[in-house]
């Protein structure tokens, strides 16, 4: 991971690795490190922080993937990806009432996301 990084410094996906590497070990310290240079390099690009979401949803970080989401809310980017990550960050940390609260939400409030993300927000319930 490192030496991925080393060769390619400005690109988010080597640095995702490197998050999952010093969670898979961890290494609290080096993770928040990690993600504060995340923020720092690529907080004003939206493939890049749904990626972070992604991690945070696969680690059970709620509390990171809830940062993305008010980051894209407060940019005006689109919400689906976000809203997800953040419901499946909540389940993946044992947080199931709020996770699935926050799908029927989302479900409510936004009516043509079950078209789109319909069987996804399906299979958290």
Do not use: C, K
Not at 35 to 42: E, L, N, P, Q, S
Not at 60 to 73: K, S, T, Y
């Amino acid at each position: 991971a490192t030496l991925h990084l080393a060769s390619n410094p400005l690109s988010p996906a080597p640095r995702i690795t490197l998050l999952h590497l010093h969670h898979e070990r961890g290494d609290r310290s080096a993770l928040e490190r990690e993600i504060t240079a995340f923020f720092t390099y690529f907080g004003d690009q939206p493939d890049a922080l749904f990626a972070l979401a992604d991690f945070a949803a696969n680690t059970g970080r709620p509390d990171l993937a809830q940062r993305v989401q008010e980051i894209g809310r407060a940019r005006g980017w689109p919400a689906q990806a976000p809203v997800l990550m953040t419901a499946e960050a909540r389940i993946a940390a044992g947080e199931f009432a709020p996770g699935l609260e926050l799908v029927r939400t989302a479900l409510r409030e936004n009516p043509a996301w079950s078209e789109q993300l319909g069987p996804v927000f399906d299979s958290l319930q």
